[in-house]
């Protein structure tokens, strides 16, 4: 049994931040929104700030913001809902809650906003579900991104509403609606508005090669991390968090009910829940907390290219497979029993669990060799 291992971060992305309405509204050809049984309100955002602050995780948020529309500037938007021409959100803004939701937002350091869409949606005649995402559509099952210029009309739309309610934080993550995404395609777009990082679900990706695993690097740049299927359903409140699996690890992906209480003033109890499960989670060997994406997608790097081997005793860790650009930063190994010396890096404690402990390990050259005795 192995005495050392490179873990695999746990990371937290939570999609559909951003609306009001809750209602799902597919059965009179609208969003399925988060399917919440009442209006989001700012409590909601405190509510994830709370579970990041618990954690020491800074949070992928996705953000649906059409709904932040202030004087209708949307209606510019091609395919953007059912209402076409008619699209009037100003009308039904409870800018009190709006401000009070985006105070929330500013003043959280643990709320990282990720694109995720206007609406979720696109609504044409002749598509298989109007609401799949901003960006692709299925035509009998082929997936089908919009045009270029509708893909950088929807983002700078994004990203106006944000500067218009001067929200001033760093956005570099995508989540693609519904996990419509193909590589190499929009990502050369997303670049250049500074997204760095994708999450999104491998399995059921459209790509052409090998099966790909934990984290791959595109041509433009961009770098996608793995996403777990839902654990929870995708509109459930209320959640206890009791049945699900401990062992789980990579990016745990879920949607904004599940962390919160069909009565806002009762969301911390659910939060308090969470937070036991992930810590829960912390304590296996072979998983550590992300502190945010880049935290994910460093230990993701280092997990994924670094080789781990043992021989009479001494452990040795080979980094010359992992991307250049990654070789001089510091990643986690967690051991069972203590690490009495070391070569090629500089070893930190970082955690102590039950059972073992996580240090950082700071490379100084391709082969590391570690010795518990």
């Known amino acids: ?39 989001h309100c700012y409590k909601d955002y405190l509510a994830i700030n709370e579970l990041g602050k618990r954690l020491g995780m800074k949070i992928s948020c996705g953000f649906v913001i059409g709904e932040w529309d202030p004087d209708n ?52 005649d002749g598509i298989d579900n109007t609401d799949e995402s901003d960006f692709y559509y299925r035509v009998n099952k082929e997936l089908i991104m919009v045009s270029e210029d ?18 001033n934080k760093k956005i570099d993550s995508f989540i693609p609606p519904t996990f419509s995404y193909r590589f190499n395609e929009i990502s050369k777009l997303l670049h250049d508005y ?18 790909k695993s934990v984290i791959d690097i595109e041509e433009n740049g961009i770098v996608t991390v793995d996403r777990n299927n839902n654990l929870i359903p995708w509109n459930a409140y209320n959640c206890d968090f009791f049945d699900l699996p401990t062992d789980v690890t990579g990016v745990f992906g879920a949607h904004w009910p599940n962390f919160l209480h069909v009565d806002p003033d009762k969301n911390n109890e659910v939060i308090e829940k969470a937070v036991d499960y992930f810590n829960k989670c912390s304590r296996s060997f072979g998983t550590v907390l992300s502190k945010g994406i880049e935290f994910c997608v460093n230990q993701s790097v280092f997990h994924k290219y670094a080789k781990i081997s043992e021989y009479e005793g001494v452990t040795y860790i080979d980094i010359s497979g992992v991307p250049e650009e990654y070789k001089n ?13 070391f070569i090629g890096c500089v070893v930190y404690d970082y955690e102590q669990k039950d059972g073992f402990a996580t240090y950082a390990v700071k490379p100084l050259m391709d082969t590391m060799a570690f010795d518990n005795v």
């Open 150 to 167: 509708e893909v950088k009309h929807r983002l700078g739309c994004f990203f106006d509403l944000l500067k218009y309610y001067k929200i």
């Open 194 to 211: 500074g997204i760095k990082f994708v999450s999104t679900i491998f399995r059921t990706m459209v790509y052409d090669g090998e099966q």
């Open 1 to 39: 049994m192995a005495i050392m291992t490179i873990p695999r971060p746990l990371h937290i992305a939570i999609d559909d931040l951003g609306w009001f309405c809750g209602d799902d509204d597919r059965k009179n050809g609208g969003p399925s929104r988060t399917g919440m049984p009442r209006r």
């Open 329 to 341: 930063n510091i990643f986690y190994v967690s051991s069972k029993e203590p690490i009495e010396s």
């Open 73 to 124: 500037r949307l209606g510019s938007v091609k395919c953007l809902s059912k209402y076409g021409d008619n699209w009037d959100n100003a009308s039904h803004l409870d800018k009190e809650e709006m401000q009070k939701s985006i105070n929330a937002v500013n003043s959280s350091e643990y709320i990282d906003i990720n694109v995720h869409g206007l609406l979720h949606g696109y609504y044409a």
